[in-house]
C-alpha cells in the first residue's frame, strides 16, 4: 500500500511532468522498479481471491463481493479462470487477476482516505478543544449515555457533522486531487490543454479559496453549522455547490461517497460518544503534546496525506458508556461469524 501510494502521488517524477523521458531504459527510470513492486505488492488481493477460492472449495460458507461472483462464475461453467482481462462471450465474466484488482480498488481507495479523515478529526478537534467541548456537549444533549449514537441521529448533532465537513475542507485526505489525462485537445480559460496532458484538479487550492471560504486557513466549523436546515453534506456531484471537493467531480467522481460519508459519520460520532480522547501532557509545561496542524512537517507524503503518528490517550466517558461499548462488542460477533469472519468471544 505504501508502495501504491508514493507511485500514484502525481508530480513524483520528472516523467510526469516531461514525458519524454518515459523512453528512458529502465537503469535510468526508478519509477518503473517503483511500479513493477507496487504490482508485487498487489499480490496480496491474489492472496486473498485464492483464500475466498478455497474457502468456497471446502464448503466455508462467506458472503461478500469476492465469494459471491466466484460462485457467480462458477455455476456459469468458468470455476477456474486464471490470467488478467474478461472473457469475450459476450457477458465479459472478469478473470481471476481483473477481479482481485477489482475488488483491491474497491478496498484500497475506501481504507486510507476513510481513515485519514478519521485520524484528521482527532487532530483538529485535539488543537481546537472548544470545538470538541460542544461536540461533547451536543452529544450528551441528544443521545445521553444509555445508547450509541446511529445514523438516523445525523439530523440533530449538526455541530459534529459542522466539525467533520470542516475537517474534510480544511485538511482533505486526497491533496491534489488525483491526475486525469486530457482524452483531446481542450481550452480551459483561455489555456491550451494538449491531448494526453496529465490535468490534476487542486482540491487544496479550492478549499482555500477566500472567496469561497472565509478565513480559510482558520478551523472554523461554524462555516457549517446550520441547526435549522435540513443537513446536506454537500457534496454531490453539483461542482458548484458543495461544502467541499474530497470527492473530485465529474465522470470519475468517488464513486464511494456516501458510504465514506456514512462510515466516517459513524464511527467519529460513536467515538466522541463513548471516547474521552486527549493529548498527554508535557510533564514540565502541563501542556498538551500534539503535533502543529499548520507545518507540513506533521503530515505525511504520498497520494493520501495523513497527520504523522501522534500519541493520544483513550477513555471511556463512563463506566455506563463502556457497559454499552461491550455490549455492542458481543453482539456484532454474529454479524462476523455470518460473513464467515473468526470471532473473538462466544
Ligand atoms: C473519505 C473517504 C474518501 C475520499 C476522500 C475519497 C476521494 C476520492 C477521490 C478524490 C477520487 C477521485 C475522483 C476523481 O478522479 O476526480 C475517488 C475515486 C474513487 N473512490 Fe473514493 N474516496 C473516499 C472513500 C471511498 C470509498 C469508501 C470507496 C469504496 C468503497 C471509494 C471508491 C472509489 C473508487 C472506486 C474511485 C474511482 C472512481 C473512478 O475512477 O471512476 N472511495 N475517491
Sequence with gaps: ????????????????????????????????????????????????????????????????????????????????????????????????????????????????????????????????????????????????????????????????????????RIRPPFISGLPHVAEEDDVYNGYFIPKGSMVIGNVYGIHMDPARYLNPSMFDPERFYNADSGLQWNSGPDSQNRANYVFGWGRRFCIGKHLAEASVFIVLARLVWGVDFYAPADSHTGMPILPDVKDEASWTDGLVSAPKIFSVGFKPQSEKHAEVIRRSYVDVQAEWEAMGQPVDVQ
Design 1 to 168: 500500500m505504501s508502495v501504491f501510494m508514493h507511485a500514484s502521488e502525481p508530480g513524483n517524477y520528472l516523467a510526469d511532468v516531461f514525458p519524454i523521458l518515459r523512453r528512458l531504459p529502465d537503469i535510468l527510470a526508478p519509477w518503473r522498479k517503483e511500479g513493477r513492486r507496487m504490482h508485487e505488492e498487489m499480490g496480496l488481493w491474489g492472496k486473498l481471491l485464492d483464500e475466498c477460492s478455497s474457502d468456497i472449495a471446502k464448503g466455508i460458507a462467506r458472503t461478500g463481493f469476492v465469494s459471491d461472483y466466484l460462485r457467480a462464475r462458477a455455476e456459469a461453467g468458468l470455476g477456474d479462470l486464471p490470467g488478467n482481462g474478461a472473457t469475450d462471450d459476450g457477458v465479459g465474466w472478469m478473470r481471476d487477476k481483473f477481479l482481485a484488482y477489482t475488488a483491491a480498488s474497491v478496498l484500497e481507495a475506501g481504507s486510507d482516505s476513510s481513515s485519514t479523515v478519521m485520524f484528521s478529526f482527532i487532530l483538529f478537534m485535539l488543537s481546537n478543544p472548544d470545538a470538541l467541548q460542544r461536540a461533547r456537549e451536543e452529544m450528551d444533549r441528544v443521545i445521553g449515555p444509555d445508547r450509541m449514537p446511529g445514523w438516523e441521529d445525523e439530523d440533530r448533532l449538526p455541530w459534529l457533522v459542522a466539525c467533520i465537513k470542516e475537517t474534510l
